[in-house]
């Protein structure tokens, strides 16, 4: 079985390389029940790791493009002095529409499918929600 950070440079090899990266991976597990995806545990905190840096870029930040489903917008252009801005699309209050924005959060969407874990119950298995 691989590990989350052999996941992330497997998959998005542009990450692995990110000083931040071992903050993120401990971010996205605080979020993830390792009982609730089990075998898939690995998986699912590499999955979402990668989500958040392409979640990053499409909002500007620095790190390198992957994963992204659609793109930002420009708002306003002038030739004067050049500048441009984007209409970038704001984090939706819902977890799952969040996760749809990208390439890794849909397959997050489907991991959590395929183990019985709503989006909504954010890695808590469902018979600990009765």
């Known amino acids: 079985m691989l590990t989350t950070l052999q996941i992330i440079s497997l998959r998005a090899p542009q990450f692995s390389t990110s000083p931040r990266l071992s903050t993120m991976i401990a971010y996205a597990q605080e979020g993830i029940n390792r009982a609730a995806f089990g075998d898939a545990y690995e998986n699912a905190v590499a999955l979402k790791v ?4 392409t979640i990053e870029k499409i909002n500007g930040g620095t790190e390198q493009d992957t994963g992204i489903i659609g793109s930002a917008q420009i708002a306003s252009e002038s030739e004067g002095s050049l500048s441009r801005s984007y209409a970038i699309k704001q984090a939706s209050s819902s977890d799952a529409e969040d996760l749809k924005r990208t390439g890794f959060g ?4 489907r991991l959590m499918q395929t183990t ?3 989006a909504f119950q954010k890695g808590v298995p469902s018979w600990l929600q009765r």
């Open 116 to 118: 019985n874990i709503s």
């Open 106 to 109: 849909l397959e997050y969407l």
């Open 50 to 53: 990668m989500h958040l840096f």
